[in-house]
């Protein structure tokens, strides 16, 4: 910009010696952030780009290597969608191409295709949960059990954070639910979940394998019996209280798909 040190020290309310250490990185620390906003203005620079170059500066080598491995790891996903979309997964697949991109997102594979000296683990992939009803009508309760743990379904959806192999979903029939839940909203449960009271629960019963879903609360009876209360959260629609006897298992909800409107 031809300018001077003594003019820019002039601008930024600074000494022309202290410019001069930080311009040779003969400091330890970057200047003050107030400094660095003047610098900015100086120099015509964006502003908060100094301040937040100096921030990462001055940030732990554990943190900015964390990022880095982040940043590194979120290029080579981008690169396999890009992939899957131009040519798909079986022609990947075959060609060897999907494991060598697999392995630079889980660090085991560099850019180049060289194994990385430094391997991390791998980054778990969301699993496909299946979708073990439809809404149709004459269906007898919320859900229909396709025959749970279903590993082949008509639909799939993917719930980022959920990696329970187990986990399976089912269409909210009905509005004993609403209004956290309502009418066609896809819930994922996970087996692997602990179910506490207050949790929303897939709920499985002895009898003839009847389904529903509903807020379980654990009590105990006048005479000391374990009993389970199924709450529906529309006040519209009365609990049920069970003996746990009755109930052969309660899955927790962890995700919901919904579509948007």
Known sequence: MGMTLEKLATLAE????????????RRDHPPSEPLLARLECALMLTPGSLVELARWTSAPGSIRTTVSDLQRKSRAVDALAARLRERGVDELHKSG???????????????GGKRSASVSAPIPLPVQVPVINSVQAGYPSEF?????PARVADSYVSAPDVMDPDAFAARVVG????????????????????????????VRFERDGETTFKRVYFETGSGGEELIRLQPLNSAYPPQEVGREE?????TAVFVVRAVG
């Open 14 to 25: 600074c000494t022309k010696g202290y410019l001069s250490q930080i311009e040779n990185d």
């Open 97 to 111: 191409e999907l494991e060598s991109l697999i392995g630079r997102i889980s660090g085991h594979v560099g850019a």
């Open 144 to 148: 229909t059990d396709l025959g749970y």
């Open 175 to 202: 509005d004993s639910m609403s209004p956290t839940y309502r009418e066609g909203d896809i819930v994922v449960f996970s087996p692997e979940r602990d179910t506490k009271p207050g949790s929303d629960c897939f």
């Open 247 to 251: 109930v052969a298992g309660l899955y």
